[in-house]
């Protein structure tokens, strides 16, 4: 008889962040015994729709390098404030020896930007922006001065914010609405008898007392004597 063989259904778990690795170094330091050979990885990570964040790590093989530096961009994760696909503003920022300037563009223009700036800005979400890189090419400088600009983005009277869904009116409530409303409609505009001022507040006149008739006095017979 033949063997009846179960495949276990696999479940893909579907991760928070995306991650891009923008570069590993084969990096050697010189000790008493000679040299030790490592790699280091710079990742950057992000959800398209306002995190992103830059890390770096060291290790003996490549996959744990890669494995540090997403341990450590997840620890350096920043808030991106956008506006609709753009930017609200421009920013300048120098970081050691890269220059970066960004600024905000029309919608449908796209990323104009490097490899580097590039990769951190569609993981942060933002689709529409217009950059330039000076000074070093170096990736981890110019990747973590790309995170320095997008964390000093601030909103602006300009920049479009999201309302807040409105509750649904229920009957009950629409119905105490329109009581409340025809009360204070109907209701008659009587001030307040502490609100009056002192003039207004006039004491009540006192009528005079009715004097009543007095009786017309009755004339007294004579009285008869008797003998």
Not at 61 to 75: F, M, N, S, T
Not at 113 to 126: F, H, I, N, Q
Not at 159 to 185: F, G, I, N, Y
Not at 187 to 196: I, L, R, S, T, Y
Request: glycine share 8%.
């Amino acid at each position: 008889m033949g063997k009846h063989f179960q495949k276990n259904s696999q479940t893909k778990e579907v991760k928070e962040y995306e991650e891009e690795v923008l570069q590993i170094d084969r990096v050697t330091r010189v000790v008493k015994g000679g040299r030790r050979l490592r790699f280091r990885a710079t990742v950057v990570i992000g959800n398209r729709n306002g995190k992103v964040g830059v890390g770096v790590g060291k290790s003996e093989e490549v996959v744990g390098a890669i494995q540090k530096a997403i341990a450590d961009a997840k620890k350096n994760l920043i808030m991106v404030k956008r506006d609709g696909t753009t930017i609200p503003h421009e920013v300048k920022v120098k970081y050691k020896s890269a220059h970066l300037l960004i600024l905000p563009a029309a919608p449908g223009t796209g990323i104009i930007a490097g490899g580097t700036v590039r990769k951190v800005v569609e993981l942060s979400g933002v689709k529409d922006i217009l950059s330039k890189s000076m000074g070093t090419k170096n990736k981890i400088s110019t990747s973590r001065a790309t995170v320095m600009a997008l964390k000093q983005l601030k909103d602006t009277k300009y920049s479009t914010r999201v309302k807040k869904p409105e509750m649904p009116v229920t009957s009950d409530q629409a119905k105490k609405e329109t009581t409340k409303d025809s009360k204070e409609t109907h209701k008659p505009n009587v001030p307040h008898p502490a609100h009056k001022s002192p003039a207004t507040q006039q004491q009540p006149k006192k009528e005079p007392a009715k004097k009543t008739p007095k009786p017309a006095e009755q004339p007294t017979k004579p009285t008869e004597k008797t003998n």
